[in-house]
């Protein structure tokens, strides 16, 4: 899969053996939006991507493993954005805009969190060739958990760019679903809860055909963010995360739960003029869900193959 | 003004010369709800809140300086949250709700914000007498800044409690506001912009009969929470959040603005039941409204008369 990091864009990953942070990075600022639909998130500066709201840049949007915890790495993503001037002036000021979301992955027995230190070092390894899969935010990232991580399958981070009507849109998602993951495009599941013989249990069609599972509690989450170079309002931001959900629920079956945060954010550089929006909508439902199913199957292993040339030739 | 902090919540502040935090504690958890309606929010942890969300209850909530630097404070409030084992509990794990919302108090050549050790000192520092005035977030407040800061007024953190239908509801607020304060019960502006002899210039007249200022490039944002004993459902904290930002507007002209972003909670204790909303509804907007006269005009020294006994024989 050919992925493109719009221009205006870098996305920076940092990790330790657990956890992570995933940072798009816009220093010079995007148009944002959001769109958390999960019962349980854990969410940070979500309120001023609100179209109402006044602020109409947004310097960075961070996905980050640690539960609440991981809000943490704003900070020092904001302190890297200061260190370097990028943010919004105000009062003799510089104020970045940090938005994001976190998953839960607190699955050891020691809390490994990300902290702001986390942040901040992906910050400094940001570039338009980040490798996804197990990295940044993807390091803890598991799906079908029903039964238990015992039982859940290892994801990651996956990533889908589709270029249409002459922007390019690119979703990069973490996959922490409660839920199983299906590839819509063959129906079979590709991730999810097992049964002790190690077969996909399917969890959606155990519970509607009346099945009883004992219910893990524990907690997930799917994040993600849509990155294009389309100039998009504010509404318009807000409308393609909303648009990004299709996806989801055609990938993550149950998804949305009251123990997911699904949260998605949309970051819009403005480098090309937009014609139609239903062209985006239409690819941001596609890009997520098939960056459901890269960080899926290829989660242990990603492999990215970048197409950076095009896109500079295209400037 | 006496003032009754609920049963169930503890108020813990911590400052410095320039900036502080304010933090509500309710340990064991609080139904919690938020309304934001100012135009440059700064705000943390707010989505839970929504009455969809699962999250039934909040640990604590924080307002703090620093702008957004400032929501680091949350840091700090979760790791003396989990340290003492206050928090939602899942996977084995803890994790502490904190949610908050910060005002812009950069007001100093240096960046003087909160950070996550000014969280954890105010809630070592919690009690059930707070002192409120310049103390926690209320350190760097200051109202009608149309002028800019030169011209403003002082202000710092009000507080005000109404005993209605056999419950308590005690509204604090840091006023921060653009606009300036008037004191409805007298009709006159008690702190706001000032011109150059000294006088309140009254920014709303001066904006209403055609007048032009010069606006002040700043930022700015009133916070409270409602704190209250009464069992409330979510739907019904975001109610009184909501019902709150009446007192808002019956004392700050103009409020909500772009340039502020007005943040309300309230937290819920459950302790007593409520027999009819609309009470509460209305002691929100009062109580609101009296808390920020008394944060205008007491500011410098505010002096508040606790009144622990009468609530600690109800139980």
Redo the contacts between chains.
């Keep these: 899969m050919k992925i493109i990091i719009p221009k205006g864009f870098l996305v920076g990953e940092a990790q330790d053996d657990f956890t992570g942070v995933t940072a798009f990075l816009c220093p010079r600022g995007a148009v944002g939006g959001a769109d958390?639909r999960g019962?349980?998130?854990?969410?940070?500066?979500?309120?001023?991507l609100r179209p109402?709201?006044?602020?109409d840049k947004v310097n960075a949007v961070f996905l980050a493993g640690g539960?609440?915890?991981g809000?943490?790495a704003?900070?020092g993503i904001?302190r890297w954005m200061?260190e370097r001037g990028y943010g919004y002036r105000?009062?003799g000021?510089i104020?970045?805009?940090?938005s994001g979301a976190v998953i839960?992955d607190?699955?050891h027995k020691e809390?490994h969190t990300p902290t702001?230190e986390t942040g901040f070092e992906a910050c400094e390894n940001a570039s338009r060739t980040p490798t996804f899969g197990q990295n940044g935010v993807g390091r803890g990232a598991t799906a079908g958990k029903i039964r238990g991580?015992r039982y859940a399958s290892k994801t990651g981070v996956g990533a889908c760019t589709v270029k249409t009507a002459g922007v390019t849109l690119t979703a990069v998602v973490a996959v922490n679903a409660l839920g199983d993951v299906f590839d819509p495009e063959t129906g079979k599941i590709v991730a999810g809860a097992k049964a002790n013989d190690g077969s996909f249990i399917d969890t959606e069609k155990h519970i509607v055909s009346g099945g009883l599972l004992k219910l893990?509690?524990?907690?997930n989450t799917t994040v993600g963010c849509i990155l294009t170079d389309a100039r998009l309002d504010k509404v318009q931001a807000n409308k393609l995360a909303s648009a990004g959900h299709g996806g989801l629920s055609r990938a993550i079956r149950p998804v949305h739960t009251?123990?997911d945060?699904d949260?998605l954010f949309c970051l819009a550089s403005g480098k090309k003029p937009v014609l139609n929006l239903l062209l985006l909508q239409t690819a941001a439902a596609y890009a997520v869900e098939r960056a459901v199913v890269a960080a899926a199957t290829e989660g242990a292993a990603y492999d990215v193959s970048y197409d950076e040339s095009e896109e500079d030739s295209e400037e």
């Design positions: 958390c019962g349980a998130p854990g969410t940070r500066e979500t309120d001023l109402e709201k006044m602020m539960s609440a915890y809000l943490a704003a900070d904001m200061r105000t009062a000021k104020v970045p805009i940090v839960f607190l699955n809390y702001a991580l893990f509690a524990g907690a009251d123990f945060g949260t």
